[in-house]
């Protein structure tokens, strides 16, 4: 039956039913085969801590408000100003200034094609006219438009920090260093690609420099204030999140003018809160389903399956990377967050992968997922905005896929470049109990504790050699702990206990020689 269900939800899928109903049918179905439950079992999870009680829930309409604003305003004008002011100068200047420009953008915009839309539709006529190679423009502003999705306040970053159950906080700052990396990536190559081609360089001005940082330095100090501000502990998430909304929409209306409060502010408005409503809509369902998948023990089924293939934690990662390679190519960033996010972390969790390592790898995979043909979001988007055959696409991103590549093996397997800047206390990752083997299961803590840590095996050496059936016949003569309870009347002594209590089991609701049982896990 589970199979036909299946089989009927990715029919649906493929002919283009919604995919908030596609989770909604699955986890009502799903639980209706549980045994007394109902198909309301599935909104169980949806009115709990889990998604409407989260305080992060609240931060993703405002990170989303704010990032629309500044697409609509003036801010990528800006921003490719002051970049060519001060970068334009460097071999291969113009690229860098897409880049830099680009992972600035993404971070507010989160990777939903607006920075293609945005940055690149201003660079890519500049990219040609400047004698840029067609191809490598092409490449440059379409994997462009997924960097920076690393850095605050990006809403992917906030969502994952949400499903996983950890601190968004901290999950900024992991993703600092490897945003970096990166972007540094990406400019040595266009920097060696403007060598290589003798690219022309704008002049360094001074005066130009500055006049452009302070235009737009309102929009430039507010990434470094949110992160100190998160880092130092000064606001949390979701006042950082109020903050920059507020921040965003003075600026934008109030000090550069770009928007006007009765004409585009309710446009952009509408348009903004759409996309977060389609995202909590897909959110929600998802809980739903997820918790089905968690109440079937279906990562636990996944772990016991992989165990006999994937026997380290590098084999994990790396089957890991594929998987969410793929994952990044056939679904938008924040559906495969919340279908993807709960079957991984349990087996990672076995593993001994840390929460926030998990994280950033995660969003790296499905950055550089964006791009990857052929069915890449970015390689449409970007197809349709510079009317260009998706496929000549395909082979203007390969070297920056290889860029990437290099960037997320660096990340995946060397774990102090995202955790580096944590705390001490989250980077210890205890191994949950269900990942452990039935054989390497620890013995009583409590008889550990109190016969030196070795558990019954020293109780027996202490006694004697001989084991229990040893102090059998040294209690009872040979009858045993029987003997043992006829010579000192437990039963009669239970009965006293349980009169000196008050009450018998009908009040107490049990022996006192059953509660100190239970107590002890007896």
């Known amino acids: 039956m589970e199979w036909l269900l299946v089989v009927g939800l990715l029919g649906l899928a493929l002919l283009g039913a919604p995919l908030l109903a596609i989770f909604a049918a699955a986890a009502m179905l799903l639980?209706?085969?549980l045994a007394d439950t109902p198909m309301s079992g599935a909104a169980s999870d949806i009115f709990?801590?889990?998604?409407?009680?989260?305080?992060?829930?609240?931060?993703?309409?405002?990170?989303?408000?704010?990032?629309?604003?500044?697409?609509?305003?003036?801010?990528?004008?800006?921003?490719v100003r002051v970049s060519r002011a001060w970068f334009g100068w460097m071999p291969g200047g113009l690229a860098m200034v897409c880049i830099v420009a680009s992972a600035f953008f993404t971070s507010f915009t989160g990777g939903s094609g607006i920075t293609i839309v945005a940055i690149g539709g201003l660079l890519y006529p500049a990219l040609i006219a400047e004698r840029y190679p067609e191809k490598f423009s092409?490449?440059?502003?379409?994997?462009?438009?997924?960097?920076?999705?690393?850095f605050p306040p990006s809403v992917p970053i906030v969502l994952f920090a949400v499903v996983a159950g950890i601190e968004v906080e901290k999950l900024f700052i992991a993703g600092i260093l490897p945003g970096v990396l990166t972007v540094v990536a990406l400019g040595v190559f266009a920097a060696y690609k403007g060598l290589r081609i003798d690219l022309p360089r704008q002049k360094f001005e001074v005066g130009e420099a500055f006049a452009s940082l302070r235009e737009a330095i309102w929009e430039l100090l507010l990434p470094f204030v949110l992160i100190l501000a998160l880092f130092f502990g000064v606001l949390r998430i979701h006042e950082?999140?109020?903050f920059t909304a507020l921040y965003v929409l003075i600026v934008e209306v109030f000090v550069y003018k770009d928007v006007t409060l009765r004409k585009d502010l309710p446009r952009i408005i509408t348009e903004s809160m759409t996309l977060v409503g389609a995202i909590l809509a897909i959110l929600a369902t998802a809980v739903g389903f997820t918790g089905y998948l968690i109440q079937d023990q279906l990562p636990m089924k996944i772990l016991e399956a992989m165990s006999s293939l994937i026997t380290s934690k590098i084999m994990f990662l790396l089957v890991l990377n594929v998987?969410?390679?793929?994952?990044?190519?056939?679904?938008?960033?924040f559906s495969a967050i919340v279908v993807v996010v709960p079957l991984v972390l349990p087996i990672a969790e076995c593993f001994g992968i840390n929460k926030y390592h998990l994280g950033i790898v995660f969003l790296l995979n499905l950055e550089i997922g964006?791009?990857?043909?052929?069915?890449?979001?970015?390689?449409?988007?970007?197809?349709?905005r510079f009317e260009k055959p998706v496929v000549s696409l395909y082979k203007a991103v390969v070297p920056y896929i290889g860029i990437l590549l290099v960037a997320l093996v660096i990340t995946t397997y060397w774990e102090d470049l995202s955790l580096a800047m944590l705390p001490d206390e989250d980077l210890e990752q205890e191994i949950p109990m269900h990942c452990a083997d039935d054989e390497a299961l620890p013995e009583d803590p409590l008889l550990e504790d109190d016969f030196g840590g070795g558990g019954l095996d020293d109780l027996e050496d202490d006694l004697g050699g001989g084991g229990l059936d040893a102090l059998e016949d040294e209690l009872g003569g040979g009858g045993?702990?029987?003997?043992?309870?006829?010579?000192?009347?437990?039963?009669?002594?239970?009965?006293?206990?349980?009169?000196?209590?008050?009450?018998?089991?009908?009040?107490?609701?049990?022996?006192?020689?059953?509660?100190?049982?239970?107590?002890?896990?007896l």
């Open 31 to 33: 639980f209706a085969q």
């Open 48 to 79: 709990s801590d889990k998604f409407a009680d989260s305080p992060l829930l609240v931060t993703i309409p405002l990170f989303t408000f704010a990032g629309y604003l500044m697409a609509e305003a003036g801010t990528p004008r800006r921003l």
């Open 138 to 150: 092409l490449g440059l502003v379409t994997t462009s438009g997924s960097l920076g999705l690393l």
């Open 240 to 242: 950082a999140a109020a």
């Open 323 to 333: 998987f969410l390679l793929m994952v990044g190519m056939l679904m938008d960033i």
């Open 370 to 384: 964006y791009m990857t043909p052929p069915v890449g979001l970015n390689l449409f988007i970007a197809s349709f």
């Open 480 to 521: 045993g702990l029987d003997a043992l309870e006829d010579e000192f009347d437990l039963d009669s002594l239970e009965d006293e206990l349980d009169e000196d209590e008050g009450g018998g089991e009908d009040e107490g609701g049990g022996s006192a020689l059953d509660a100190l049982e239970d107590e002890y896990g």
